[in-house]
């Protein structure tokens, strides 16, 4: 019950074109939603996150899209750029605990 | 400033060795966090400091030894790993840990560990 899940493991798109990560999760607990995009060699980076409250967030070329009734949520990188080639990772926490993160996303954009 | 700084960058041990990670914040967080992260994997929790004391220890060895000097610092003691400890270990902060809605996690670009 404490498991993410996210979807696809690997992802290849063209320059321009919409990139899409979903995740999933069971536990109701959880109230808090950031997508992290890491870099080799780097540490993790948060990019964007949300809460069970609201439906959509948007900040800039990233969109967070949360589905309460049916646990998903999902990030759209709109104009996808080379630059945005990392591993992306969604995670979860539950009111006043820790994150549990989803396996990853490795995301290609063909320049 | 949402600066995590990690040192050394890169550590190379062998397995009779002792060595320590440190990590910094400046951001006044009270909640700090050691992961490791393996390669193609997610980060894996180790230890979480709320308020400079021990508050979750995820079943780690003893040889990886946890040390919150002030609220300010972190410190990764090792000793006696082992080769597939090997491993990128990350430190992260945030703004609160004990009780409240979880804030986010700011990560340090990590310290390469190879163990020989």
């Known amino acids: 019950q404490q498991q993410v899940k996210q979807s696809p493991q690997s992802l290849i798109v063209q320059k321009g074109g919409i990139s899409i990560i979903n995740c999933a999760y069971e536990n109701t607990a959880f109230d808090y939603f950031p997508w992290y995009q890491q870099f080799p060699g780097k540490g993790p980076a948060l990019l964007i996150a949300?809460?069970?409250?609201?439906s959509e967030k948007k900040e800039g070329r990233f969109t967070i899209s949360f589905n309460k009734s049916a646990k998903q949520f999902s990030l759209h990188i709109m104009d996808s750029q080379p630059g945005d080639s990392a591993t992306y990772f969604c995670a979860a926490s539950p009111y006043g605990q820790n994150f549990v993160f989803g396996p990853g996303t490795r995301l290609s954009v063909l320049p | 400033d949402t600066e995590v700084t990690q040192t050394p960058k890169h550590l190379v041990m062998g397995m009779t060795n002792k060595k320590s990670l440190k990590c910094e914040q400046h951001m006044g967080h009270r909640a700090m966090y050691w992961y490791k992260q393996k390669a193609k994997k997610p980060p894996e929790l180790m230890f979480v400091?709320?308020?400079?004391?021990?508050?979750i220890n995820e079943s780690v060895p003893s040889r990886f030894s946890p040390e919150c000097p002030n609220s300010s610092l972190l410190n990764l003691h090792l000793h006696a790993l082992q080769p597939e400890d090997s491993a990128l270990y990350l430190c992260?902060?945030?703004?609160?840990?004990?009780?409240?809605?979880?804030?986010?996690?700011?990560f340090g670009p990590g310290t390469r560990l190879l163990v020989l």
């Open positions: 992260a902060s945030s703004q609160t840990q004990r009780g409240g809605q979880q804030e986010t996690q700011y």
């Open positions: 400091y709320s308020y400079e004391k021990l508050s």
């Open positions: 949300i809460r069970p409250d609201v």
